[in-house]
């Protein structure tokens, strides 16, 4: 079973530049989730979908964040304007359903803002 | 809010012995807890996933301890080997959303 998948891996941009994120779920996955990792903390969940459907997107920086999932498949994470703040490992999982089940989790992108 | 802590923060052992990872969480509602393993530079791989109705689970040497009561879960990882070298975390599941609050980790290194 493909796992999930991430890219790019790494990402090097100047402050105020946009970047994008794209991830592709584990087949039949109807839960997706985006986290931000910021160096030597535990991740922390930015945004989380349901089919395409955004079931909790409390913490997502409005400002500057954004999120879709198209399709209820793959989903892309943008960042307008980034600052030096931004810079962290961001990670997308999956899940077979809104529930209890186990996250699956991609390798990341790591993004470092200048 | 949930707020998650493992202790300790870093931890450094010869080849051969136990280790022992501690997580504690503030809110005791939860439904599940499941442990990851985190390389450098590398995503999360889960280990273990306690269901709430459950004191314990286990996976070849990986043993995961529930104590919802309390607020505590620990890992317990028998015969430590270099390759268990990682940053291990910990993240208690709230039964709304499926939603995982991670703690800071514990930075592992075991030597030859």
């Known amino acids: 079973e493909a796992g999930v998948a991430q890219s790019p891996r790494y990402k090097i941009i100047e402050k105020r530049q946009s970047v994008a994120f794209w991830c592709n779920p584990i087949?039949?996955?109807?839960?997706l989730y985006w986290y931000q990792q910021i160096l030597g903390q535990g991740p922390k969940l930015l945004i989380q979908?349901?089919?395409?459907?955004?079931?909790?997107d409390s913490q997502l920086p409005k400002d500057r964040f954004s999120a879709e999932r198209l399709k209820g498949v793959d989903s892309t994470l943008k960042i307008q304007p980034a600052k030096l703040e931004d810079s962290a490992v961001y990670l997308c999982?999956?899940?077979?359903?809104?529930?209890?089940?186990?996250?699956?989790f991609g390798p990341g992108t790591r993004l470092t803002v200048l | 809010k949930q707020e998650v802590t493992q202790i300790p923060a870093a931890l450094s052992v010869p080849e051969g012995e136990n280790l022992v990872l501690n997580c504690s969480f503030t809110?005791?509602?939860?439904?599940?807890l499941q442990w990851f393993r985190q390389d450098p530079g590398k995503g999360l791989t889960s280990l273990l996933l306690?269901?709430?109705?459950?004191r314990e689970q286990t996976s070849g040497r990986l043993n995961a301890s529930l104590d919802k009561s309390s607020g505590r879960s620990t890992l317990y990882i028998a015969a430590s080997q270099p390759g268990d070298s990682a940053t291990y975390l910990c993240?208690?599941?709230?039964?709304?959303?499926?939603?995982?609050?991670f703690g800071g980790g514990t930075r592992v290194l075991v030597k030859p």
């Open positions: 999982a999956s899940s077979l359903v809104r529930g209890l089940n186990e996250q699956f």
């Open positions: 087949s039949g996955h109807a839960t």
């Open positions: 979908f349901q089919n395409n459907g955004v079931v909790d």
């Open positions: 809110d005791s509602a939860i439904y599940n």
């Open positions: 306690i269901q709430s109705s459950q």
């Open positions: 993240a208690p599941i709230k039964a709304a959303g499926n939603k995982l609050t």
